[in-house]
Each structure stands twice: as C-alpha cells, then as structure tokens.
C-alpha cells in the first residue's frame, strides 16, 4: 500500500480528516508501515511509550489485566482508526495489551516522529491532542455500552481480553488460563451458566474446552457475539 492508499484509509477517522494538510502529509511522511499476523503483538501493558498507531487494513484489539485480577476487554480498532496516542502525551508505561485480530497493516508514528511534528509546529500539539479526546469520548460510549452488555458478550470479551494477557506474557497460543468458577466469578454468573454457555459455543466451533482453559477457536466471531439479548 503506498501513501496515496494510506490517506483513503485514514481520512475515514474524522480526526484526521480534520488535522491540518501540513500535519497530514507529515504523519504520511514519517509514518512506517507495518505488516503483522494475526495474533501477533503490537505492544504489551506496561511497554515503555513507542508511538502511535492507524490502522490501514485488518483489526487490533486492546485489552487489559487489571491489579485486582480482572481482565477487561478495552476496545477494538478497524481500519481508519488510531490507538498508543495516550502514553506520547504523559510519558507512562502503556495501559493496554494491543493485539492484531487478523493479518494486519499498521502506520506506525514512532515517538521520535511524533516529538518532531510537535517541534516543527507547536500549533501541531493542538491536533494530536484532538487526537486523545477524540479516544476518551470514545471511552466513555465504551463504560456506557459496558454496562448492558449481554452475558454472552461478557463472556466472550471476558475470555478474549484473557487471550491477549496470555499473548502479551508468551502463553503458547493464547488459550485463557481460567477454570469454569473462576470465569464466572468474573462476569458475576453461575458455574452452571457458563457450563451452558461454553457447551453451546463448543458446539459452534467457537471454543474447545479444555482442564483449566477454554481454546479460542474462531476469536472473530466471539467478538460478534450480539451485545444485547
């Protein structure tokens, strides 16, 4: 994909269509491709800030492992969109494991290249700062759809943002390390509703149950699961 074909892409995200022609053709410019498989890593919660992130072709998912032993599906990302922006702006560790859902195309905007937009024009910083706000409303219709989630829905973002903890920490394929009571436990159901629930999507060729892990088989469309109903 060239620069052209990078541009149709990103200007899909209202940010960017909006930024400045000077500051798009700089992020076009210092911007890398990456190519990556699916299931692989773009970083891992805690990684030191490595830049920012479109995404030109496939998916990636952010999910986090939280100090109290949850696990919490944050967000997935298509193409168009851009992700990484927070840790550029305050300098910590990053918040998330981001995991490519699919064969995948990144722009990478590395640190560097970001710290050298915002020297060529300190007008710049507004734009990229746009960039934030635009993930935190996003953040905030995310916590409000959380909360009518349907129980498969949690269930099955549940296991995914498990997946991707097992990914970040070199688990061989991912498949979530969690027993029967220990996943409804986390999504506040009973033993025997999760026992229906995997049974079921077993049978679809969603999942493979195994002792003490729950194989992902189609992690796609576990992530389709209906929110509601």
């Known amino acids: 994909m060239d620069r052209s074909g990078w541009r149709s892409v990103l200007e899909r995200d209202p940010w960017f269509a909006s ?37 030109l072709s496939g998916g990636v998912r952010l999910s986090q492992y939280t100090p109290a032993g949850k696990h919490i599906l944050y967000s ?21 494991n981001a995991i490519t859902v699919a064969p995948t195309r990144l722009l990478h905007l590395s640190s560097a290249a970001v710290r050298e937009i915002a020297a060529r024009d300190w007008r710049y910083c507004f734009d990229l700062g746009r960039c934030v706000v635009v993930l935190f409303r996003h953040t905030l219709d995310l916590l409000s759809e959380l909360r009518a989630l349907s129980c498969p829905a949690r269930v099955a973002q549940t296991l995914l943002a498990i997946s991707d903890h097992e990914i970040a920490v070199g688990g061989v394929g991912g498949a979530p390390r969690v027993t029967q009571d220990e996943l409804a436990a986390m999504v506040d159901v009973t033993r025997q509703t999760i026992s229906r629930l995997l049974a079921d999507w077993e049978s679809q060729g969603l999942v493979k149950r195994g002792y003490g892990k729950v194989h992902l088989l189609d992690p796609v469309r576990l992530a389709r699961i209906p929110a509601a109903g």
């Open 19 to 55: 930024v400045t022609p000077g500051l798009a053709e700089l992020i076009l410019t210092l911007g890398v491709e990456r190519r990556l498989r699916a299931n692989e890593i773009v970083y891992s919660a805690n990684d030191p800030p490595s830049g920012m992130y479109g995404v």
């Open 76 to 96: 997935a990302f298509s193409p168009g969109t851009w992700f990484g922006v927070i840790s550029e702006f305050d300098g910590l560790p990053r918040p998330h």
